[in-house]
């Protein structure tokens, strides 16, 4: 694992320096370490326009109105540099136990097909299902500990 650098003794110059070192280190691997990485995230889709505010113009006076309900779906999936792996539409609302399960059917089904071998490095974010305890505990389960830690 590398270390964020020790800013506590150093001055802006020599902080600044340092922290372009750590965030240039991964360019210098090498290309058989990066393609051993199996990104992973879950989205949410809208089928009819935004999850955020929309703003309509209308005449003055006049009632805007929607033609049409919205809809949404839930998926997961995982890529490498070798390609995609599985792609899945999640039904259920999405829990900790529901990510658990989706790993267990898909993470390293996909690895075996995108060939990434027994040891690889899974990457996903900070999500409090993906740092939960318990699937933690499903990833060192899995043999996914060590050099191929989950990254959160």
Not at 42 to 58: D, P, R, V, Y
Not at 83 to 100: C, D, F, S, W
Not at 105 to 124: C, I, M, V
Request: net charge positive; aromatic share 8%; charged share 25%.
């Amino acid at each position: 694992m590398v270390e964020w650098p020790d800013r506590s003794h150093s001055s802006v110059k020599g902080t600044n320096a340092a922290c372009l070192e750590f965030a240039r280190r991964p360019l210098k691997d090498s290309q058989t370490v990066r393609n051993k990485i199996l990104w992973s995230d879950e989205t949410k889709i809208e089928l009819f326009g935004l999850n955020a505010k929309c703003h309509i113009w209308s005449k003055p006076g006049t009632i805007p109105t929607v033609n049409h309900g919205g809809s949404s779906i839930m998926l997961w999936g995982c890529f490498s540099e070798a390609g995609t792996g599985r792609l899945v539409r999640i039904e259920a609302k999405m829990n900790r136990a529901k990510y658990r399960e989706i790993l267990d059917e898909n993470l390293l089904q996909s690895a075996q097909g995108l060939r990434l071998g027994q040891r690889f490095t899974f990457q996903q974010d900070n999500d409090p299902k993906h740092t939960a305890k318990t699937t933690q505990e499903w990833l060192r389960d899995k043999s996914l500990s060590g050099p191929a830690t989950a990254q959160t």
